[in-house]
């Protein structure tokens, strides 16, 4: 049997590339996810054990404090070679490219005989109190050399000038670093500065865990003590989380990259074994038993799995290193690690790989048992791979529907995460389970259009793309799951997104509040921000300071006519009346209030009596213009509302307003811009990834339906000829191939929208129902991402749809025809 199963992987070679190229896809994104991510986490694991090298004990105060009391008691230990603390503080820094000064940390330098310390690419460390050293990066984002001069400031006004003597070697460092001073400058720039641990190296002899004994003993039991390799896990632990999503994220596109992959093998065996009936009943005619036919099946279904697999792993392994420095050049937060392979990520996708072609040609090799050694002997007829669809399987699909559908609805109402998960799975499983009954139907009436217009061809299309109803919608099922997983990707993303939109007007009403402490506003401020890109309205604001019982509070006057076009609550907006206060709800506790309440203000000699309406998000008090002019006929303009463009990428809208007005000294920037900005950019993020990611699950389903399409027109060669012979061309065949294989690409895009749709939304309500304030969920249908989605899968199956239609006219009838 060897020979005839090596001998059989060279007939059919061209029948199992596209079998192959499916595993060498999900091969190669499951090894993609390992190794990406043990390479990340080495990295980090790596680096950071090189900034805490000789480290042997930690003290951490976790939701506590270190006090020079306890740093002295380490101090003090027999068992301890050296003690350095960990102090930082955070000032900021006038740096020459900003208007004003920004956020800096900045760390302590201390004694590195023992334990490592913070190193310069170029300059030199500290030593004096009026001399800096700041992190490379950092230098070069603000474009600081070495020699300049520097404004630092601290929180309580006081300033002081130090001179960058180096810059730190933060190349390697993970998270953001911190510019070093003497341990004297931070006392001189802070007084009280935090202490975040306290690094022990230990004496020679004393292990780590006897050290970190030694000072357990003498701490507080508030403050956690770790030993040296217990602190790098901690610390690991921060960055590896964010590394071992990643993972899981590859790890589950690469899981549905090896189903779809399994789908497509199955049907190629499954024809394959079909088209060598006679083959395998002379085998059988020969001598061979039933269960060596079903072992040379699983033997060359296994070799199929070895040599993809392993190319599927190099594959893999080249994508890793590709991702790898793209992370380093385009800086995404990881160190610039080399890749890191080991056993499991290798082993594991190749034995994954093997076992999941293995088990998709179970079925097809359990049929080739069943061919009768008479086969051999009977006239050759064009071999079919239909089978009807058992009726225990469709109750069975349809119980598994209905049930799914049922968990679907009582994890959207309910608002249930894993609920609406199981009913979405299982619901799935019921359409792949009763498919060989609805896309023969849905082909039918999609066809029913070509059928009619289209002449007979078309209509021999339809009929072959319904004349085996179990490849079909195996075929459909590869493409269907990509879809659906990409729809309900779209749909959800979009839901949220708007869900998240509607509540952060709600809770931000306003995208950027722009007010200055204790200055003026220049003349021209207002036109200053509006010639920020991307800012399309700017209001004005005056502020005077009112009693309203015992309290004293702000209130904030703005145009009733200009209002609407910077709230974005519409409610709010229509609120804003002469007569009417828009109190936010802490003001309102304070001054014991209740929505419709009366509430008296007061400056100077002017009173004024206002109905209180409570809003979120606005400043404390908030009334028109007109009414604050009764409270105060001068009040200057104190601050601006700003409106933005929602195509505008708000990160850098809002740095520009940050360092916009140069001649106002402190500028408050608020709204709900800053936030709505951060998650929008993860929603273009998650988009992108799942987008690319479940890409290659329908890649792989366009190669099944590519060599579904192959080896139909291998099965119908007799039948192809005769209908050249008949006086078909060569153009109404390939046209009779593109039509079938397109009505199977755009029933799987229009079914796989559907359930897209209803996913998205089922999941969108489970996700959301319960996070926003009045547990409303909004629903979108991006219908330009879905037309794209449906308008690719008609363009790839038509594409996969020429190399079968090519070889199809090549084929002379008359050859066809001939009997072997």
Not at 165 to 177: E, F, I, Q, R
Not at 572 to 601: C, F, K
Not at 756 to 771: D, E, K
Not at 779 to 803: C, D, E, M, Q, T
């Amino acid at each position: 049997m060897r020979r005839s199963i090596l001998s059989s992987l060279r007939a059919h070679l061209g029948r199992l590339v596209a079998a192959c190229l499916a595993i060498v896809l999900g091969v190669g994104f499951g090894t993609l996810a390992l190794t990406a991510h043990s390479s990340a986490s080495n990295g980090v694991d790596t680096t950071i054990g090189a900034q805490y090298r000789g480290v042997d004990a930690v003290v951490y105060p976790q939701n506590a404090e270190i006090t020079p009391a306890d740093l002295a008691k380490l101090q003090k230990l027999p068992q301890a070679a050296s003690v350095v603390s960990y102090t930082t503080t955070y000032l900021t820094a006038s740096f020459p490219d900003l208007v004003r000064p920004a956020g800096l940390g900045v760390d302590a330098l201390y004694d590195t005989t023992r334990i490592a310390g913070p190193g310069t690419s170029s300059g030199r460390l500290p030593t004096a109190t009026n001399e800096i050293a700041l992190p490379a990066k950092l230098a070069a984002e603000h474009g600081v050399a070495v020699g300049q001069t520097l404004r630092i400031n601290a929180y309580t006004g006081k300033s002081w000038n130090v001179t960058v003597v180096g810059l730190l070697d933060d190349a390697n460092h993970v998270g953001p670093a911190s510019a070093v001073v003497t341990p004297a400058a931070l006392k001189i720039f802070e007084p009280d500065a935090f202490v975040r641990a306290v690094g022990i190296a230990g004496q020679a002899g004393v292990d780590q865990e006897s050290l970190a004994s030694a000072a357990r003993a003498v701490v507080p039991g508030d403050l956690q003590v770790f030993t040296g390799e217990g602190w790098i896990e901690h610390e690991v632990q921060g960055f590896t989380n964010g590394i071992d999503v990643l993972g899981g994220v590859l790890g589950m596109f690469a899981v549905i990259a090896l189903f779809v992959a399994c789908l497509v093998i199955g049907n190629t065996f499954t024809i394959v074994i079909a088209q060598r009936t006679r083959e395998m009943a002379l085998l059988r005619c020969v001598g061979a038993s039933r269960k060596q036919v079903f072992t040379s099946v699983l033997a060359e279904a296994s070799v199929v799995g070895v040599v993809a697999s392993a190319i599927g792993v190099v594959f893999g392994v080249a994508l890793s290193a590709l991702v790898l420095a793209l992370a380093r050049e385009f800086d995404w937060g990881l160190p610039p690690v080399p890749l890191h392979l080991d056993v499991r990520s290798l082993l594991i996708p190749l034995a994954l790989g093997t076992v999941a072609t293995i088990a998709a040609a179970v079925i097809p090799a359990r049929r080739a048992t069943k061919v009768a050694p008479l086969a051999a002997l009977r006239p050759e007829a064009a071999p079919a791979a239909a089978s009807k669809a058992g009726i225990v399987r469709l109750i069975l699909g349809f119980l598994l529907l209905a049930g799914g559908g049922l968990l679907l609805a009582v994890g959207a109402a309910s608002h249930q995460v894993l609920v609406g998960v199981a009913g979405g799975v299982v619901s799935f499983l019921g359409v792949l389970a009763i498919g060989s009954l609805l896309v023969p139907a849905l082909i039918r009436l999609l066809g029913a259009l070509p059928a009619r217009g289209g002449g007979v061809p078309a209509r021999i299309a339809v009929a072959n793309a319904v004349r085996n109803p179990k490849r079909t919608a195996a075929t459909t099922s590869a493409l269907l799951i990509g879809v659906t997983l990409i729809s309900l990707t779209c749909v959800g993303i979009a839901s949220v997104r708007k869900t998240f939109d509607v509540s952060m007007d709600s809770q931000y009403p306003v995208d950027i509040m722009v007010a200055t402490y204790n200055e003026k506003m220049p003349a021209g401020a207002a036109q200053q921000l509006r010639e920020i890109k991307g800012v399309t309205q700017v209001v004005p604001v005056s502020q005077v300071r009112v009693k309203a019982g015992d309290e004293e509070v702000p209130v904030t006057g703005i145009d009733q006519a200009a209002a609407g076009s910077v709230i974005h609550n519409p409610a709010l907006a229509a609120q804003l009346t002469p007569g009417n206060a828009l109190i936010d709800p802490r003001t309102m506790n304070m001054l014991e209030l209740e929505d419709g309440s009366q509430v008296t203000v007061v400056a100077g000699q002017q009173k004024l009596t206002l109905t209180a309406h409570r809003a979120v998000g606005l400043d404390p008090v908030t009334i028109t213009s007109a009414d604050l002019r009764k409270l105060s006929a001068t009040a200057p303009v104190s601050g601006f509302w700003l409106a933005s463009d929602p195509k505008a990428n708000g990160s850098d809208v809002i740095e520009a307003v940050e360092q916009s007005i140069p001649t106002v000294k402190e500028l408050s920037v608020d709204g709900g811009l800053p936030e709505r900005s951060s998650y929008t950019e993860v929603f273009d993020v998650l988009l992108i990834i799942g987008v690319g990611l479940l890409g290659v699950s329908v890649l792989i389903a366009l190669v099944g339906v590519g060599n579904t399409l192959s080896l139909s027109v291998l099965e119908r060669t007799r039948e192809n000829a005769l209908l050249r012979a008949m006086g078909l061309t060569r153009r109404q065949l390939r046209g009779m191939l593109a039509v079938e294989s397109l009505l199977m690409a755009l029933v799987a895009a229009g079914l796989g929208i559907a359930l897209g749709l209803i996913y998205g939304w089922t999941g969108t309500s489970a996700l959301m129902g319960g996070q926003t304030v009045d547990g409303s969920v909004e629903y979108a249908v991006p219908v330009s991402l879905l037309v794209v989605i449906a308008a690719v899968a008609a363009v790839a199956g038509l594409l996969a749809s020429v190399l079968p239609a090519r070889r199809a006219a090549k084929v002379a009838p008359a050859g066809a025809l001939a009997a072997e």
